[in-house]
């Protein structure tokens, strides 16, 4: 079946940008997500990218897609601590509903 | 405000006991979903409905049933033949315009099973 993978952690420094990669297996994603997920809490919509495109920027987040290589990026810039959360990559595609990875956590250092 | 409830926050349960978990959307969505996250791992869907009175299995329905008699509701019964019912569950709702357009959360609800 369709899988996602992404790395478990990563550590930043305030101010520093941080860069969150996911890979998948599905060729027929046609869009693919990224949620934030806080402690204790459910999980939250940042942004999405269709699959004919391969960049998508929204404020301080940038969204990289290399349909070839299916490799997706989420790059947050200038990064706070309110960004320390879980962050998961998703796709939609043949499966007719959303395969999610297993979360990077984000721990952003001062 | 729209959104998606989610009742209770935590709930504790003896063995062999079955639980409900309420979940409520007032988005005007079609599309329901319910998802189990145990530490470490991504979410794993547990049913989906795309439409009132339709419900199809996901990925690890077995132990859990559902029911959809109204849009604005998808209840989730965690029965005693689910063998790890401990976990933290989501439910989630979309438009289901486009299948696997982006979907909507709830705070979710962390069940504890003894």
């Known amino acids: 079946g369709e899988d996602v993978e992404q790395s478990l952690f990563l550590s930043v420094r305030e101010g520093d940008s941080s860069v969150i990669n996911c890979t998948y297996t599905?060729?027929?994603?046609?869009?693919l997500y990224w949620y934030k997920q806080e402690p204790g809490a459910g999980l939250q919509l940042l942004t999405y990218?269709?699959?004919?495109?391969d960049m998508k920027q929204d404020q301080r987040l940038t969204v990289l897609l290399n349909k070839k290589d299916k490799h997706l990026s989420l790059r947050i810039a200038d990064t706070q601590t309110g960004d320390s959360a879980i962050y998961f990559c998703?796709?939609?595609?043949?499966?007719?509903?959303?395969?999610f990875g297993s979360g990077t956590q984000l721990t952003v250092l001062p | 405000d729209g959104g998606i409830t989610q009742s209770p926050k935590y709930l504790f349960r003896k063995e062999g006991q079955n639980v409900t978990l309420s979940c409520e959307q007032n988005?005007?969505?079609?599309?329901m979903y319910w998802y189990r996250q145990d530490p470490g791992q991504g979410l794993r869907l547990i049913y989906y409905?795309?439409?009132?009175?339709?419900?199809q299995k996901g990925d690890i329905a077995e132990g859990y049933s559902v029911s959809r008699e109204k849009k604005e509701s998808f209840p989730l019964t965690v029965t005693s033949a689910q063998k790890n019912p401990t976990a933290f569950y989501l439910c989630?709702?979309?438009?289901?315009?486009?299948?696997?357009?982006?979907?909507?959360f709830g705070p979710g609800t962390r069940l504890t099973v003894t």
């Open positions: 989630a709702s979309s438009s289901g315009l486009v299948w696997g357009r982006e979907q909507y």
């Open positions: 599905d060729s027929s994603s046609t869009y």
């Open positions: 990218i269709f699959s004919n495109m």
């Open positions: 998703a796709e939609s595609g043949s499966a007719r509903q959303l395969t």
């Open positions: 988005l005007n969505h079609d599309a």
């Open positions: 409905s795309q439409i009132v009175n339709d419900f």
